[in-house]
């Protein structure tokens, strides 16, 4: 180990030398809550209840009724999944599909290799995504650019950030059923052009509505598991790791299960046709 590469974990309060500890009994049950549907975002929809969001058909909710008008849901999603990386960047930073955009700066489309093995997703962007542009640039991304380096990782080398949402929340509030629906074509066309080996969701808010079913961080760590054909790991927001120390502990044992991940992953030869 590379006395470099000491000096970032013991910034990361992970020195000595954590390791990745057997799978919790907790860890293996929650493997069956995990078998996402491809039609489940009404689902996803009715739990907002309690913010006063209809569940009904999502391009016609009350939420949006003084934004700009907008395609219908499934039109829109087909429009977007045929679109190339300058098509889809402009259309992120023109879209007015849900009232995000009223209080954006910028929007985030996301950054870094466009042929990325690695991709990370996040919720939405803060105040310092949201002045720039770019995902995970305040303290959160200082912590997350720690991360990367600890597993020989860079930003923008083999590696892609993007994040649910593409603008903003007000107050960084968690976005709403709506909002990410909106967001979500966005979403699935970057992972389709990126075509990445392994996908990292970091924090709650982005793994529950990746994998469309609510479980803790706790019970989705330590599993491989899917979005739409891509394997997934679930591990800690940088953010929550800024605010919660011990947990970073847990987030090396992650990050070390991902790295093994991919290592297999990319050992894997494609079957013979």
């Given at each position: 180990m590379s006395a470099h590469r000491d000096e970032i974990l013991k910034e990361l309060g992970l020195w000595p030398v954590w390791r990745l500890r057997e799978p919790s009994a907790d860890a293996a049950a929650a493997e069956t809550m995990m078998s996402a549907s491809a039609d489940a975002v009404p689902a996803i929809a009715s739990r907002s209840g309690s913010k006063g969001i209809s569940p009904a058909p999502l391009e016609r909710s009350p939420a949006v009724a003084d934004a700009a008008p907008v395609l219908p849901l499934d039109a829109r999603a087909a429009e977007i999944a045929r679109m190339d990386w300058p098509q889809l960047k402009a259309s992120v930073a023109g879209c007015t599909a849900c009232p995000l955009h009223k209080g954006r700066n910028k929007t985030v489309f996301g950054v870094g290799d466009e042929q990325a093995e690695w991709l990370f997703i996040g919720e939405g962007p803060g105040a310092d995504e949201d002045a720039k542009g770019e995902p995970f640039v305040g303290q959160a991304g200082k912590l997350l650019d720690n991360m990367l380096a600890a597993i020989a990782l860079k930003r923008g080398k083999n590696v892609y950030i993007a994040n649910v949402v593409k603008c903003r929340p007000p107050?960084?509030?968690?976005?709403?059923?709506?909002?990410?629906?909106?967001?979500?074509?966005?979403?699935?066309?970057?992972?389709?052009?990126?075509?990445?080996?392994?996908?990292?969701?970091?924090?709650?808010?982005?793994?529950?509505?990746?994998?469309?079913?609510?479980?803790?961080?706790?019970?989705?760590?330590?599993?491989?598991?899917?979005?739409?054909?891509?394997?997934?790991i679930v591990t800690y927001h940088p953010a929550y790791l800024l605010r919660s120390l011990p947990e970073k502990a847990k987030a090396w044992e992650d990050l070390c299960f991902a790295v093994e991940t991919m290592n297999n992953l990319q050992n894997t030869k494609p079957a013979p046709i």
């Open positions: 107050g960084n509030r968690n976005p709403e059923p709506l909002e990410v629906a909106q967001c979500e074509p966005y979403l699935h066309r970057q992972i389709g052009l990126l075509r990445p080996k392994l996908i990292v969701a970091l924090g709650k808010v982005a793994a529950v509505n990746l994998l469309k079913r609510e479980a803790s961080v706790a019970s989705m760590r330590g599993k491989v598991l899917e979005y739409q054909g891509t394997p997934l």
